[in-house]
């Protein structure tokens, strides 16, 4: 027989509705501003944002899936979205037939830079902003404690850019 769920007690209810009541609205808000500034979707900056902290603007693509955390297939969509925009370009690995690397071209760089501040601004007056020193703080700490324990070390671990 299965065993009864262990239920939100309604103060966890309320946490955890906030938190989804917060998220939905802060990806939103970064969503519109970011398509309003630059055409594109929040998720398509983080890849260009990942792609220009990297080496030469160039990331195999496995790697830049892990960093932004999504599947390899949403990966190929948006960059492929992105090469039509002449934002990235893809090349074949030398080392790994089956492998590619992503790299920002100038014309995305270009991009970036000029998105930036607007986004900026945006994560600053959406999150920043409201909370005091102290509760920045503490979200980040907490954020930490989550992201760590929802992302296992171990060989076959169910993650997005494993799949």
């Given amino acids: 027989m299965a065993e009864e769920p262990v239920w939100l007690t309604a ?19 970064l969503d519109r501003q ?4 630059a055409g594109m979707p929040h998720v398509y900056y983080g890849l260009l944002v990942g792609l220009a902290e990297a080496p030469q603007r160039r990331l195999r693509m496995t790697e830049l899936a892990m960093k932004a955390k999504i599947t390899r297939s949403r990966l190929s969509h948006a960059i492929a979205r ?7 370009r893809r090349e074949d690995c030398p080392s790994d037939k089956r492998g590619q690397f992503a790299i920002l071209t100038d014309d995305g760089h270009a991009v970036l830079r000029r998105t930036a501040p607007g986004h900026v601004g945006a994560v600053r007056q959406a999150l920043f ?14 954020m930490e404690i989550v992201a760590e324990g929802l992302q296992p070390n171990e060989a076959g671990a169910d993650l997005p850019w494993l799949r």
Avoid at 82 to 88: D, Q, Y
Wanted: proline share 2%.
């Fill in 11 to 29: 103060e966890e209810q309320r946490v955890w509705r906030s938190y989804l009541h917060a998220t939905t609205l802060l990806e939103d808000h």
């Fill in 34 to 37: 970011l398509q309003r500034d």
């Fill in 129 to 142: 902003e409201r909370l005091t020193p102290e509760q920045q703080k503490s979200l980040g700490e907490i």
């Fill in 82 to 88: 992105l090469e039509k925009n002449g934002w990235v």
